[in-house]
Each structure stands twice: as structure tokens, then as C-alpha cells.
């Protein structure tokens, strides 16, 4: 970029910028160099579109921490558009560069007042109550906004991630039940749920997950967690006190998890390198997995 800007008109470092709107490309870097070399001083000649290249500059100085840049850039749109909800956004946005995060927090909150429908700034008020560790707060912010957007699936995702760090596994499983009525067939979200069921323990939830985790290997059979976790119930269930049926039942299915993933973390590259017969290597997987899952008997099933 820098060889190319002593030869570069001002209509060329403005399409080039327009490009990159379009394209929803950054280039914080690159912006800079053409906003410093180029556009800056020339201001007067983008017509209708300078307005779009100033927001686009105060998006890339924050980016590269040109802190006094995005201030100018600020200070121009505040002057032609007082009262505008689009630059008080990003005035909040300068001072959170600034780390004065309270100021930020005010700007949003007056904003979120004024249009209670602008999920922007409430997503950006979230994250700095994240960045905060001020995890209940974000957790009661987001519980918020989700009331409002619940079609929001990366919200129910960042809502279940809260819960979790705080340790609310329940509230975490309901999250990614909500998840799975937009993408009922997304293999990694049932994946997901039947890790939170699992770790919550007990015989009901540990069925919950099974069910989960054979949903997730249907839907993908190369997913090799999911595998491993229908293992680990298959073989709680099967050593558990649940009817004998279902403890059969689970003692087929364990062997076929520990089936796919032999077949499926066979190396056979490394099998040559070794000198190891496949039989042999197979023994030592199946070792390392029975040590790895605490030695769990899934061989045999007591009538």
C-alpha cells in the first residue's frame, strides 16, 4: 500500500475506501495510510460520501489506537449532526478506547433510552460490563435484550457462555435449548448441550446427553468429541443401577462409540514410522482411553 500512495489520486483513495465498504473488508492499517496521505487534506472533494469515509477513519484510528484522530474525526460529525444517536455511538466507543468506561456506559444508556430497539448499543454496553468483570450485570443486561431479540442467536451464545462462567449450568443448557429451535440440526449445538448435561451429572442428565451426543454423531459421524462423550454415558449407564435393558443397551453402543473412534484416529502414516501392527496400536489407543475415562467397565453388564 504505502509504495502506491505517492501516485494516487484522491478519486482513487476514495473508491479504493468505498471498495472496502462494500466488501465489509477493515484494513484499519491501510485506511490510515490513505486517510494520512491522501484524504485528509482533501476533505472537500468527497462530496456526500465524506461523511461515510469519516466514520470509516474513526472505525480504523480506534483500531490502530490514533486516538487523537478518531477525536477529530468525532468533533467534525458532532458539529454537522448534534444530537445524532449514530455519532453519540461513537463517542461511546472513544471513550471505551479511553478506558473510561463509566462515560461510555452514560452515552449508551442515553442512547438505548432514546430507541429502545437499537440492539447496538446494548451489545456494546454488555461487553464492557464483560470487559468490567461485572459478569451478573451483563448476564441481567443480555437476559434483557434477548427479551427484545430473541432471534438473536449469537446473543443465546454469549448468554450460555455468562451462565457457564458463573456456574448456572441449568440456565446454560436452556440457552442452547433455544439454540437448537433455529438449527435443529446443527450436530456442534447438540454437541454443546450434551456437554453442559453431562457435566451437570446425575442419571437423568447423563441420558439427556447420551441422547444429545447420538443426535450429534448422527447428524456428523466424524464428530469425535460427541463420540467420546456418548462413550463416557454409555459407560456411567452401564455401570449405573438403571433396568437391565438399558444397560445392555448402552453396553452395545459404548463399544460401537469406542468402534468409530479407533477407526477414525488410526494414523496410518505413523503406523509405518513405528513399526507397530495395526492390532497393537489399536490395544494401545484403547488403553489410553479406558485410562483417559477412568477405567470404565463398559464390557460387561451384571444381570
Known sequence: MSSNL??????????????????????????MQLWDAVLSSKQ???????????????????????????????????????????????RSMLLEALEQYDAALDELEQIIRKDETNAAPRKRKIAILKTQGRTAEAIRELCDYMKIFMSDQEGWHELCNLYLAEGEYAKGAFCMEELLLHNPHSHLIHQRLADIRYTM???????????????????????????YGLFLCCGH?????????????????????????????????????TGKSRTARNDDELQALEQAFGGLDVGKVAN
Not at 204 to 223: D, F, G, Q, R, S
Request: proline share 1%; charged share 30%; hydrophobic share 35%.
Open 201 to 227: 451429572g446425575g442419571i437423568e442428565n447423563i441420558e439427556m446427553a447420551k441422547t444429545h451426543y447420538c443426535k450429534a454423531v448422527k447428524l456428523n459421524v466424524n464428530n469425535l468429541r460427541a463420540l
Open 237 to 273: 449407564i452401564s455401570n449405573s443401577k438403571a433396568v437391565i435393558g438399558k444397560r445392555k443397551e448402552a453396553q452395545k453402543l459404548a463399544q460401537w462409540a469406542m468402534g468409530q473412534i479407533q477407526s477414525r484416529t488410526q494414523d496410518t502414516k505413523a503406523t509405518q514410522k
Open 44 to 90: 472537500n472533494k468527497l462530496g456526500n460520501e465524506r461523511h461515510l469515509v469519516l466514520e470509516q477513519v474513526i472505525i480504523a484510528a480506534l483500531d490502530c489506537s490514533r486516538i487523537e484522530t478518531a477525536e477529530d474525526c468525532v468533533s467534525i460529525l458532532s458539529a454537522e449532526f448534534p444530537g445524532s444517536l449514530r455519532i453519540q455511538k461513537y
Open 6 to 31: 505517492d501516485e494516487m489520486s484522491w478519486s482513487d483513495a476514495r473508491n479504493l475506501l468505498r471498495k472496502w465498504r462494500d466488501d465489509n473488508e477493515r484494513k484499519s492499517e491501510d485506511v
